[in-house]
């Protein structure tokens, strides 16, 4: 007697089989859009975190460099000041297509934003105090904090996430009698 051993699968074996795996497959694909879109929403969110803190540190750096009469640059949500180059600089909150960001204007010319659209200001305050030295009255020292807060929004959600910041700029003068 000859028995015959088929080698193969069935029909229904190769359909059990081909359901599993796009059952997995589908699960698989679901988690990998999902994390490609919570990367693109990180990308997104350090983008506009970055884009504040460079404006922050770039009005620091101007601020820094530059200088003001004693008690004639302003505090409120308005600063102005003369930077290194003699140019009368304000820095202020203005608002670019509905919504609040910060500005500079250079000379009394027209401002124009340095934050982005996904980020929203809702305060920018300024608070200079001078401390006069001893030693000469040119010598005296002005500091300046600057605090920022907001929000930025991710493009295909309606989450929001608040920001606050804060930094403190001294200028930068030598002064030698």
């Given amino acids: 007697m000859h028995l015959s051993h088929n080698k193969g699968f069935t029909l229904i074996e190769l359909i059990v089989s081909l359901g599993i795996f796009s059952i997995v497959m589908t699960l698989v694909a679901g988690t990998y859009?999902?994390?490609?879109?919570?990367?693109?929403?990180m990308?997104?969110?350090?983008?506009a975190i970055n884009n504040v803190t460079f404006v922050l540190n770039a009005m620091s750096y101007d601020?820094?460099?530059?200088?003001?009469?004693?008690?004639?640059c302003g505090s409120g949500n308005s600063f102005t000041f003369t930077n290194s180059l003699g140019a009368t600089v304000t820095y202020s909150l203005c608002t670019v297509s509905l919504k609040p960001q910060i500005c500079k204007k250079i000379n009394g010319?027209?401002?124009?934003a340095l934050t982005h659209m996904p980020v929203s200001i809702h305060?920018?305050?300024?608070s200079?105090?001078?401390y006069p030295s001893t030693a000469s009255p040119k010598a005296s020292q002005t500091l300046t904090t600057i605090k920022i807060s907001g929000i930025y929004l991710l493009p295909r959600h309606t989450q929001q996430t608040n920001f606050h910041l804060e930094t403190v700029v001294t200028p930068r003068k030598i002064y030698i009698q």
Avoid: V
Wanted: charged letters at 10%.
């Fill in 109 to 112: 010319g027209t401002s124009y």
């Fill in 63 to 72: 601020i820094r460099s530059g200088a003001c009469a004693l008690g004639q």
């Fill in 33 to 41: 859009f999902s994390l490609i879109s919570a990367s693109g929403d």
């Fill in 123 to 126: 305060n920018i305050t300024f």
């Fill in 128 to 130: 200079s105090q001078t």
């Fill in 43 to 47: 990308r997104t969110s350090t983008s």
